[in-house]
């Protein structure tokens, strides 16, 4: 027997047309044609940051586990046509293919790029590695304690492309940008503030007014353990198909709330 046929043996009895893990947020698959990621990172606001495929364009090489990969498909060595797999007809002539590894040894994953848009799009979001936000409130000393009844100002603190977006990443003839679009900020007591924007900074001198954008005011002393939860969507497209992911990431954070003692002398 051949090293090619016992190849496609072992590989038959594991890969063959059948559905694989779901793709961990590390090493999702590229476009085997160069081996590359195109990933492309925009900040809000900033007209100089590379579009996908001008100069500048951060590109990582990446070649994940075939296990790790969220798309349906036939794995074989490298090299191994379609036409070497039996898969020459109608049927499959729209198969792509991606370069993955199986014990540390590269191989080739073939699959129909349409019917697995949707898995790819997936893959390439897990890629991004989007970030939990970093939280930002009044008082902005650290340690130091709110109080009853002065407005608490809530933001994400240094919003950037992981944390806010939004960032864009293609491959396999796939594009996704994903962005955040809202923040629910649970303060610890039963109530939620949901805001459609990541909120204002306090700045010094801004005095103890409520937040224009986005803040609570807390009603009793306590000890509060407050979370950020920040909605993205991820819209991507490929393949004449597209469609929206939904994702929410959450950060904590303790405040401490005291009461403002006032003392009168008689």
Same mark, same amino acid.
């Given at each position: 027997m051949t090293r090619f046929m016992a190849w496609l043996i072992v590989l038959g009895l594991t890969f063959t047309l059948g559905p694989l893990s *779901? #793709?961990? #947020?590390?090493d999702p698959g590229c476009d085997d044609k160069v081996d590359v990621c195109e990933i492309v990172i925009v900040e809000p606001g900033d007209p100089s940051d590379p579009k996908p495929?001008?100069? /500048?364009?951060?590109r990582k090489k990446v070649v994940p586990d075939c296990a790790d990969i969220a798309a349906d498909g036939v794995v074989a060595p490298l090299g191994v046509t379609l036409s070497d797999l039996g898969l020459d007809d109608s049927d499959h002539s729209g198969w792509v293919r991606m370069t993955c590894l199986i014990a540390g040894e590269?191989?080739?994953l073939w699959f129909d790029p349409a019917e697995n848009?949707?898995?790819?799009?997936?893959?390439?979001?897990?890629r991004l590695q989007l970030q939990p936000p970093k939280v930002g409130w009044t008082p902005? +000393?650290? %340690?130091?304690? %709110?109080? *009853?009844? *002065?407005?608490?100002?809530?933001? *994400?603190?240094?919003?950037?492309?992981? +944390?806010? /977006?939004?960032?864009?990443?293609? #491959? =396999? /003839?796939?594009?996704?940008? =994903?962005? #955040?679009?809202s923040v629910t900020w649970s303060m610890g007591n039963g109530d939620e503030v949901r805001c459609a924007n990541k909120g204002t900074p306090w700045r010094k001198g801004m005095g103890a007014e409520p937040s224009p954008t986005c803040g609570y005011l807390y009603e009793r002393q306590g000890t509060y353990r407050v979370t950020a939860t920040v909605h993205w969507v991820a819209r991507w497209s490929g393949y004449g198909r597209s469609g929206a992911i939904p994702l929410s990431l959450s950060q904590e954070r303790t405040l401490e709330v005291g009461e403002i003692q006032v003392i009168v002398n008689r």
């Open positions: *779901v #793709a961990r #947020a590390e495929g001008e100069p /500048g364009t951060p590269e191989m080739w848009a949707e898995s790819i799009a997936r893959t390439l979001l897990a902005t +000393t650290t %340690g130091a304690m %709110g109080y *009853v009844g *002065v407005p608490t100002w809530l933001w *994400v603190a240094e919003p950037g492309r992981l +944390t806010w /977006g939004p960032a864009t990443i293609s #491959a =396999a /003839g796939v594009s996704l940008t =994903a962005r #955040a679009e």
